[in-house]
C-alpha cells in the first residue's frame, strides 16, 4: 500500500459546525503533516506528527485541533471555522521527515458557508 | 525576499520540445531539495529528489547548484501529458519544508 487515504473528499459546513477531517497510511511513515492549500498557491505547512507526536504547529488558529491517534491516523478536528478557511487541506506522509519526500493525499476540499 | 522563488511562468511550449524551469533559495543551510508536480484540483506528487551531482529519470534531469544556491529541472521530449504545475522544495535541517510558488508548463500539439 503506497497511498495516503483522506476522508471526506469534500466538505461542506457552516461557522458553527464541528467536524473532522481523516488520513490514513500504512506505509509505515513516521511522520505525518496537515498542509492547507489555497487556489493557485503553494501548499502551507499546518502541523507536523513525528513519531506520533505533535513537533511543529506554524501558529495555526486553534479552531484547527490535529490529533494522532496512532502511527497510521491522522485527524484534523474543524470547529467555529471562517469563510477564508475554505481551501483544500492536504495530509502528507514521509517515512521520517522531510528530507525523505512526502506522499500527499488526495485532499479534502473544504467550504466554510 | 522568499525563501524560495519560481518563475511562474506559464510556459508554453510545443510537443517534443525541451524545457527547463530554475528554483532559488536563500537559506545556505538547506539540506534536501525535490521537485514536485501538480496537475489542477489534485495532490502534488513527487516527481524527483535533487542531488549535487545531478540525477535522470528518463526525459527529466535535476540539477543542484549550491554555490549559486538554485536548483533546476529539464525536461526533454516535452509530452502533453506532462502539462502540469511543477513546485520546487526545499528543506533545512530544522525538519521544515519550504515551497516554491510553482511553474505552470502547458505543452501544445
Known amino acids: 500500500d503506497t497511498e495516503v487515504t483522506q476522508t471526506p473528499k469534500h466538505l461542506v459546513m457552516g461557522m458553527t459546525n464541528k467536524k473532522s477531517l481523516k488520513c490514513e497510511q500504512h506505509?509505515?511513515?513516521?511522520?505525518m503533516y496537515w498542509y492547507k492549500q489555497k487556489a493557485k498557491k503553494p501548499p502551507e505547512l499546518m502541523f507536523v506528527?513525528?513519531?506520533?507526536?505533535?513537533?511543529i504547529n506554524e501558529s495555526v488558529p486553534s479552531r484547527f485541533s490535529p490529533e494522532c491517534p496512532n502511527s497510521s491516523l491522522l485527524n484534523l478536528h474543524l470547529h467555529a471555522l471562517q469563510p477564508e478557511d475554505s481551501a483544500l487541506y492536504l495530509c502528507?506522509?514521509?517515512?521520517?521527515?522531510?528530507?525523505?519526500?512526502?506522499?500527499f493525499g488526495s485532499g479534502t476540499r473544504l467550504t466554510v458557508v | 525576499r522568499k525563501e524560495v522563488e519560481q518563475d511562474p511562468g506559464p510556459f508554453n511550449v510545443p510537443e517534443g520540445a525541451t524545457v527547463a524551469f530554475n528554483c532559488t533559495y536563500s537559506n545556505s543551510a538547506s539540506q534536501s531539495f525535490f521537485w514536485y508536480r501538480q496537475d489542477c484540483r489534485k495532490e502534488p506528487k513527487l516527481l524527483m529528489s535533487?542531488?549535487?551531482s545531478g540525477n535522470e529519470d528518463g526525459r527529466f534531469t535535476a540539477q543542484l547548484n549550491r554555490a549559486s544556491q538554485y536548483i533546476s529541472l529539464l525536461i526533454r521530449d516535452s509530452k502533453l501529458s506532462d502539462s502540469a504545475t511543477y513546485l520546487c522544495?526545499?528543506?533545512?535541517?530544522?525538519?521544515?519544508?519550504?515551497f516554491g510558488d510553482g511553474t505552470t508548463l502547458t505543452v501544445k500539439p
Open positions: 522544495v526545499v528543506n533545512t535541517n530544522a525538519g521544515k519544508s519550504t
Open positions: 506505509m509505515g511513515h513516521r511522520a
Open positions: 535533487v542531488y549535487s
Open positions: 506528527y513525528s513519531y506520533e507526536k505533535l513537533s
Open positions: 502528507a506522509s514521509s517515512p521520517r521527515g522531510p528530507k525523505d519526500g512526502y506522499t
